[in-house]
């Protein structure tokens, strides 16, 4: 029996970025997927907002998504644009790029820079675990052993089912038709009131084929037909614009679902297996990527010994919450687009609302996830918060804080009388740099803030602490999320 410390179930966004974190730390990670390539049918999700990318450009590969994208003001509320320019990041923007590019990119990274293994054509489709590991049972026949089974394997989870954990929310109300499809006639682009459009698959050049997603007038099942896409582009527009060819053909629906816990035993759950929501807002590749983010390094720690097992019960405690407000603002974004005059009159007011200052950094900071602040306690207003990417001057000369995040370990910055930092038995495990920065700090939604005079930065980018050094809960912290002051075997 192969043995490994992590089986990730789905190679899609959340499993591939869950798998580079892992291999970031050290740990021996296959992903197994059940497409025979990476190919993915269809454009699925439609690009990446600032937050994603900021935590891929705290790994140091943004530029490579940036480089194939396009940089666009991508946010939007119940399809009314968000401006996000003036958020004080370096990505005040977000990212057209279709998904199946986006995992083009991810799997180049973890599978040939970062040499993580992947199984192709093979499903989980059960398991069996014990106090010591997880028996990872395989459509191919065959039985993996892992220290920890993460289901990444997509909102139908075959992982989440064994497990036997409920999928709780709301059953679909209304579906929709999506498609990529070749066009007779110049079709009307743009998106329309009640959501949903037309636009060009390649967004740089333009022509077809011509994506198209429609409101289907009551809930349907079963795969869609062209038959189908032109009876809606009917209704819709009065003509089917020729319609033919179609490169893919499929059906959402508005179900809202998220997990009751996101872990039993040495079985967790992450992105899409963990929470469904409607594509509103274009929330639920991000969300995954985030939650590997907040998973990778904790589950690292607790594989290697550093930290008890009890640290990944803080990755339901943070990353839950987040979802559930993603769905109740996709929720909020179907209500809105509901086809009738009243609520017309309803996205009417709420566009107002969003044209003024204060309700648009709110709802443009919660869309975009800069605003996600984890409840660490009281503190520094930047507590719980993504650490703002900082130009900092060292001995080293200059640099910034995403810079000193690229290999996904903590560092301890210290703003104050250089040489101060003494992290005693956390020097091999977390990283301390004197700097200098600027004196205030600009987080989004909230404004300016003192800087405090020290930061301890966890390796997915938030705040675990922040203070003068000779504060007592800097040791707390340092063993609350990086293992008591004693392991045995330290790295």
């Keep these: 029996m192969d043995e490994h410390d992590v089986v990730i179930a789905g190679g899609g966004p959340t499993g591939l970025m869950l798998a580079a974190e892992l291999r970031l730390a050290g740990v021996d990670v296959v992903i197994v997927e059940r497409r025979a390539t990476q190919e993915l049918e269809g454009s699925r999700a439609g690009g990446l907002h600032a937050r994603t990318l900021e935590v891929l450009d705290q790994r140091g590969v943004a ?3 940036v480089d194939a994208g396009q940089v666009a003001q991508t946010q939007g509320y119940a399809y009314v644009p968000l401006d996000i320019s003036d958020f004080p990041t370096r990505f005040n923007h977000g990212l057209a790029l279709w998904q199946n590019e986006i995992e083009r990119i991810l799997a180049e990274w973890v599978l040939d820079d970062l040499d993580a293994t992947i199984v192709r054509s093979c499903e989980v489709i059960g398991f069996a675990q014990d106090e010591e590991g997880v028996d990872v ?3 191919d026949g065959r039985t993996l052993w892992a220290a920890y089974l993460v289901g990444c ?8 089912k064994a497990a036997n954990i409920d999928f709780v929310g709301l059953d679909a109300s209304t579906s929709y038709l999506i498609a990529q499809v070749e066009m007779a006639e110049e079709p009307v682009i743009g998106v329309r009131a009640e959501g949903g459009g037309i636009g060009p698959v390649d967004r740089v050049n333009g022509g077809g084929p011509y994506g198209v997603v429609l409101r289907d007038p009551q809930v349907e099942q079963g795969d869609p037909t062209l038959e189908d896409l032109r009876r809606a582009l009917v209704r819709a527009y009065g003509t089917d614009f020729g319609a033919h060819s179609p490169r893919w053909l499929s059906r959402f629906t508005d179900m809202s679902r998220q997990a009751e816990t996101y872990r039993r035993g040495r079985v967790l759950l992450a992105g899409d297996a963990a929470h469904v929501h409607p594509p509103q807002g274009g929330q639920g590749l991000n969300t995954g990527v985030q939650d590997a983010v907040n998973l990778g ?11 008890p097992e009890h640290l990944l019960d803080t990755y339901q405690a943070e990353r839950h919450p987040v979802a559930a407000r993603v769905l ?3 929720e909020a974004q179907v209500a809105l687009a509901t086809p009738d005059e009243r609520h017309q009159s309803l996205r009417q007011a709420m566009a107002d609302l969003l044209q003024m200052d204060e309700p648009r950094r709110h709802i443009a900071g919660m869309l975009s996830a800069l605003d996600v602040r984890y409840d660490l306690g009281d503190g520094h207003p930047v507590l719980g918060r993504r650490m703002p990417d900082l130009d900092l001057i060292t001995a080293d000369g200059p640099t910034r804080v995403f810079a000193l995040l690229h290999d996904a370990r903590p560092v301890l910055v210290n703003l104050g009388e250089p040489g101060g930092a003494d992290l005693g038995p956390w020097a091999n495990r977390v990283r301390a740099i004197d700097a200098t920065s600027a004196r205030r700090w600009e ?9 405090p005079a020290a930061v301890l930065v966890r390796p997915d980018g938030h705040v675990a602490w922040a203070g003068d050094l000779g504060d007592p809960a800097l040791p707390a912290a340092l063993a609350t999320w990086f293992g008591p002051s004693a392991v045995a075997g330290d790295r």
Excluded: C, M, Y
Aim: without cysteine; charged residues 20%.
């Design 297 to 307: 390094w904790k589950l690292a720690q607790v594989v290697h010994g550093t930290s």
């Design 328 to 330: 109740r603002n996709t």
């Design 443 to 451: 987080l989004p939604v909230i404004g300016e803030v003192p800087a």
């Design 137 to 139: 049972d395989l459509s």
């Design 153 to 160: 394997d997509g909102g139908r989870s075959s992982v989440r």
């Design 63 to 65: 530029g490579r998504f």
